[in-house]
């Protein structure tokens, strides 16, 4: 009971931020989305027997496991119901929130910043839509968010056991998407920062390497299997920075450099996977080399895309991540408006503490600059952005309640 009453605001905060998705969910015409980026289709096809494929009997690795895992798991126990994978995405998304919670406690060792970040996860718009849309963007957020609340609170005092927990963590949340791959350099080099004496820090190193490698290394053994090569991540690297970089006008065709065309395209769909995505690196590093100017002004774009999502505004064109009618709002200038705030918050959050600068804040920066300039060089949407959101947030909540602990007395509340 002493518990509840401790912890009752940040039980409310989390009670809203369901409710608002439920309601959301049943009460929006149009929000369960089931079939998006082909993990239902995956899911489906394992429990018919036919095996981890979008299109039997090609097998497939351009997804990662865990999510269609997930799904196929949900579906053999209550069957193929989507309102109820959505509803479990509700409660998912609020134990991130609370996740989120304990992460800003440790940065910040206040209350008030961790409740503030907390409620500005609960009603922030994206979040408590996408609980609707069949995609493994909820349960990445989770789990993702658990490896960097275990990495903040064990960095400091590192051991065997905790070294084998955030490999593993890491793990999980690369098997649900690529992207935290891009942290594995820090979490290996992380050892070497925190200990004196390299042979022990190796040791730390080398077993964060065995518990990433003990959940991941079933996932190379099958891809090497079964397309006789190997697939460190995906098959879905060539065609994300192929499509960022062919549209490019080509005065004398009059279309965009990079279409491929009807018989290229036909020959790739008799190639494997790995063929298939290895041709579309490479024409994407040919369009890079031939075209320097177009590809950096692209890669600058993907920065306003990752937090803003202006491609809405220049392409006319409406990202189905966020359905919603067009009666009631648009997304993206809601998106336009609350990333502007939290960017505009968070970076002068991040001027303030300047003087009190952690550790941990380094570590928080490291996180959202890792994720930015991998979706600049890669294909971006600003749904991009929201494993990193939370992180900004507690910076934007901590210049919030700098200021206005200036011209407001509080009661005696960390």
Not at 382 to 398: D, E, I, K, N, T
Not at 401 to 410: D, I, L, R
């Amino acid at each position: 009971m002493q518990f509840i009453l401790n912890n009752r605001l940040i039980f409310g905060i989390l009670l809203f931020g369901l409710i608002i998705r439920i309601l959301w969910l049943f009460l929006v015409p149009g929000n369960f989305i089931p079939s998006s980026d082909d993990y239902d289709l995956i899911a489906r096809n394992i429990i018919a027997g036919k095996g981890f494929s979008i299109h039997p009997p090609k097998p497939t690795a351009e997804r990662m496991p865990i999510y269609p895992f997930f799904l196929m798991t949900l579906y053999k126990i209550f069957g193929r119901n989507i309102e109820f994978v959505c509803t479990l995405q509700a409660f998912i998304d609020m134990i991130t929130c609370f996740v989120i919670f304990k992460t800003a406690l440790i940065v910040f060792d206040s209350r008030r910043i961790a409740h503030f970040t907390a409620f500005l996860y609960a009603i922030y718009v994206p979040y408590f839509t996408l609980v609707g849309v069949i995609m493994n963007e909820i349960l990445f957020n989770l789990f993702f968010s658990i490896f960097i609340f275990f990495l903040l609170k064990y960095y400091k005092n590192l051991n065997l056991k905790n070294s084998f927990l955030l490999g593993l963590l890491l793990g999980i949340a690369t098997l649900i998407r690529e992207t935290p791959f891009v942290l594995f350099p820090l979490l290996l080099l992380v050892p070497f920062i925190m200990i004196r004496g390299w042979k022990k820090s190796l040791k730390i190193s080398l077993v964060m390497l065995l518990g990433f490698l003990v959940l991941y290394t079933p996932w190379l053994i099958r891809n090497a299997v079964t397309f006789q090569k190997i697939v460190i991540l995906s098959t879905h690297s060539g065609f994300n920075l192929y499509t960022n970089y062919y549209f490019i006008p080509d005065p004398i065709k009059g279309q965009p450099i990079g279409v491929l065309e009807p018989e290229t395209h036909s020959r790739l769909l008799q190639q494997t996977e790995v063929d298939m995505d290895h041709e579309l690196m490479r024409r994407a590093l040919k369009i890079i080399k031939d075209n320097p100017g177009h590809s950096l002004k692209v890669f600058f774009e993907n920065f306003f895309d990752f937090w803003f999502n202006l491609s809405y505004f220049t392409e006319k064109r409406f990202i189905m991540y966020y359905p919603v009618g067009g009666e009631m709002f648009s997304f993206s200038y809601t998106i336009l408006f609350f990333n502007g705030f939290l960017l505009l918050f968070g970076f002068l959050g991040i001027i303030r503490l300047r003087k009190n600068w952690s550790s941990d804040c380094t570590i928080l920066l490291i996180v959202i600059a890792s994720f930015n300039l991998l979706h600049m060089v890669f294909v971006c949407y600003v749904r991009h952005s929201m494993p990193v959101l939370p992180y900004l947030m507690m910076f934007a909540s901590s210049f919030i309640f700098h200021m206005f602990s200036k011209s407001v007395k509080f009661a005696p509340y960390n």
